[in-house]
């Protein structure tokens, strides 16, 4: 009995449940993360068919977005709380910041169309006064070459 060895045999599988397992936490991860990451101000842009803005620039600047809900109060996508209502002083502030930093940062104005046209403007003069050398407007260009196509378009 001295002599008796057992050769054991390969297994020729891959043991998956660990990968298994970790999948399960990323997926929680990024379902939890997700809503998180998304979350926005309801704006109904309005229709334009303008031209899009550079793709180049986008890629090299983050641009500084104003928006302007239905109510007529200012978000910035910059600061801590982005879903939160920003004063007039606080817009100011935070544009100066950010473009004495980098002058070339696109300056773009998201309003809701409903949105009176002097709170718009109120908040372009902000921005100017912040030192904004151009400002953009973002418009909803779907709705407007759905019109192109039905020849209804004036």
């Known amino acids: 009995m001295a002599g008796v060895h057992r ?3 390969l297994m020729g599988e891959i043991n998956v449940v660990p990968y298994i397992d970790v999948m399960l936490v990323l997926l929680i991860i990024f379902m939890i993360t997700a809503p998180l990451l998304t979350t926005g101000i309801e704006v109904e842009l309005p229709q334009a068919g303008a031209e899009a803005l550079d793709p180049e620039l986008l890629r090299e600047h983050e641009p500084l977005v104003l928006t302007v809900d239905r109510d007529g109060r200012y978000f910035l996508n910059i600061g801590a709380d982005r879903a939160a209502p920003v004063a007039e002083a ?3 502030r935070r544009t100066r910041i950010v473009i004495g930093r980098n002058a070339a940062t696109p300056v773009l104005v998201r309003a809701d169309e409903r949105v009176p046209y002097g709170r718009v403007v109120r908040g372009m003069a902000l921005l100017q006064e912040a030192g904004a050398p151009r400002i953009g407007f973002v ?3 779907r709705a ?11």
């Open 7 to 9: 050769r054991r045999r």
């Open 90 to 92: 606080e817009v100011l």
């Open 139 to 141: 418009t909803d260009p």
């Open 144 to 154: 407007a070459r759905a019109l192109d196509e039905l020849g209804q378009r004036p």
